[in-house]
Every structure is written in structure tokens, then in C-alpha cells.
């Protein structure tokens, strides 16, 4: 009986065998699952660091490349259009240098607060106040237009914003005002190098035909419309030629939107070799244009 007993037990105690050797084997699967799962996480965080270690070096070289041309840009933008003959001009260009590559540097960090960029835009106009001459104006043009650009840069490189993203009221915005007073009196190539010709010094009739390659009557007539638009006035009769507040006003917005759509510095000039060459054939083959 007792034999018979036991023969009959051994089959309950193999089938418990079997499932914990099956318990056995689904942790143990559970276990190389979690650890797959580890060594995976592991992998994808090692090629991110691997990844992010490599576009920050890029970056690095980019900025430094950018930062590098920037430096050559305030040193040939002042060096030509600064004004020549000045006994305070050496001075000046340290100022300007120092100021405008303290600017530029600011190019190679991740992100530029506004508070750096407003630091430096009051550092200008604290040298603009403290200018000796009437001329200096030509040589600060040059500085905020190279001022312009590197923020500009700096907002397309996506490291830059301001309250300036915000949208501005343009509801008071004129149309047949803006356009008779502002955008027609220099929407002529002419007119608008007399304009320019006259920003920082008086020009005399010959000059401006020189300049233009217009004579006479074609000449007179777009003198007369600057004058009618109270863009530029002639001292007295047969007198010479000079810009009003409102003429040097104009001049410095159309400045500053050529600047503000300057999007790089790096880019070529061929845009304004077009224009420059535009230009030409018009002096070429001058015509009364309105």
C-alpha cells in the first residue's frame, strides 16, 4: 500500500517541477528584457551626447568663422566710409572697434539677452552726445549701420530676440502722405544720389551733373522736386546745394531699412553690384524719369 502511495504522489511533484522551472524562466526573461531595455536607453543617450558634443563644435567653428569675417567687416566698413580728415579719427576708430567687436562676440554664446544688445546701443549714444563736430554724424551712420547687421545676424541665427518681435501699431501710418512726402520725392535713382550727396556737405550744380550725368533741364527738374519736397534747399540763387532736417531724416530711415534687411554679412554684394550697375547705364543714357 505505501509503495503504491508514493508511485502515485510523483507525478503531482514533477508537474511542480515544471512550473517553477517555467516561473523560473519567465523572470529570468523579464530580467534580460529590463536589461535590454537599460543597455538601449545606455546607447540612445551616448549617441545624443555624442551628437550634441559634436553640433556644439560645430557651432563653436561656425561662430567663430562668423565672428572672425565680422571683425573684418567693422574694419573695412570704417576704414571707407569714416570720414577721411579728422584730427579726432584714430581715436574715434579705437572707440568704434572696441565697441562694435565687444557687439560681434556676443554672437558666439547660445543665447544673447536684450539687455546686452540695449547696453551697447547706449554706448554709442553716449559717444554720439560727446561727438566735437557736425561731420562725426557720418562716421556714427557707419557704426550703427555695422550695429544693425550684427543684430540682425544675431536674430537669424535664432540667438536673439526683443520687444521689437512684437507687432507695432501702423494704424496712424498715412498712405498719400508717406507716399508724396517720403517715398516718391527718392524713388528716382537721381534723386536719390543727389540726396546722398548732399548728406554731410554743400554740392554746387556742376557737381550734382558730374555726379549724375544729367544736364540742364533734366537736372533743374529733379533739383526742384527735392526742393518742393523740402528734401534739400539751395542757399540763394545759382547758390549751392544742402540738406534739410527732413532730407537727413529720410535718408537715415532709408539707411537703416537697407541695413535692417541686411540678413547676413556674409553674404555677397552682387545684389548692390546690380544695382550700382543699374545705375550706371541710367547715367549713361540719362532720361527725365518721375
Do not use: W
Not at 52 to 71: M, P, Q
Not at 80 to 105: D, G, H, V, W, Y
Request: with cysteine; glycine share 2%.
Amino acid at each position: 500500500m505505501k509503495n503504491s502511495s508514493k508511485k502515485e504522489n510523483h507525478p503531482e511533484s514533477s508537474v511542480l517541477s515544471e512550473e517553477q522551472e517555467m516561473v523560473e524562466v519567465k523572470a529570468i526573461k523579464e530580467k534580460l528584457s529590463e536589461m535590454h531595455s537599460d543597455i538601449k536607453k545606455l546607447m540612445e543617450f551616448t549617441r545624443r551626447l555624442r551628437f550634441e558634443a559634436a553640433l556644439e563644435s560645430s557651432r563653436k567653428e561656425y561662430s567663430n568663422a562668423i565672428l572672425s569675417h565680422l571683425f573684418e567687416d567693422i574694419d573695412t566698413g570704417l576704414e571707407r566710409n569714416m570720414i577721411k580728415k579728422c584730427p579726432e579719427k584714430q581715436k574715434c576708430t579705437s572707440a568704434f572697434t572696441a565697441l562694435l567687436q565687444q557687439n560681434a562676440e556676443l554672437i558666439t554664446k547660445n543665447r544673447v539677452d536684450e539687455t546686452s544688445i540695449s547696453d551697447n546701443r547706449k554706448k554709442l549714444e553716449e559717444l554720439r552726445c560727446i561727438a566735437p563736430y557736425s561731420k562725426c554724424e557720418k562716421c556714427f551712420s557707419e557704426v550703427s549701420s555695422l550695429l544693425v547687421k550684427q543684430v540682425n545676424l544675431m536674430r537669424s541665427m535664432r540667438i536673439y530676440a526683443d520687444n521689437q518681435e512684437q507687432k507695432p501699431d501702423i494704424s496712424a501710418l498715412k498712405t498719400a502722405v508717406v507716399m508724396s512726402e517720403i517715398l516718391e520725392p527718392v524713388s528716382n535713382p537721381q534723386r536719390l544720389e543727389i540726396l546722398r550727396a548732399v548728406a554731410f556737405e554743400m554740392k554746387s550744380f556742376s557737381a550734382f551733373s558730374e555726379l549724375t550725368g544729367l544736364r540742364g533741364g533734366n537736372l533743374l527738374f529733379h533739383l526742384q522736386k527735392l526742393m518742393d519736397s523740402g528734401l534739400i534747399l539751395q542757399q540763394h540763387e545759382r547758390g549751392d546745394y544742402m540738406i534739410t532736417e527732413k532730407g537727413f531724416r529720410i535718408l537715415q530711415g532709408l539707411n537703416e531699412i537697407y541695413s535692417s534687411l541686411q540678413s547676413s554679412p556674409l553674404q555677397n554684394s552682387s545684389k548692390q553690384d546690380s544695382a550700382e550697375n543699374s545705375l550706371q547705364k541710367r547715367q549713361e543714357n540719362p532720361e527725365l524719369t518721375i
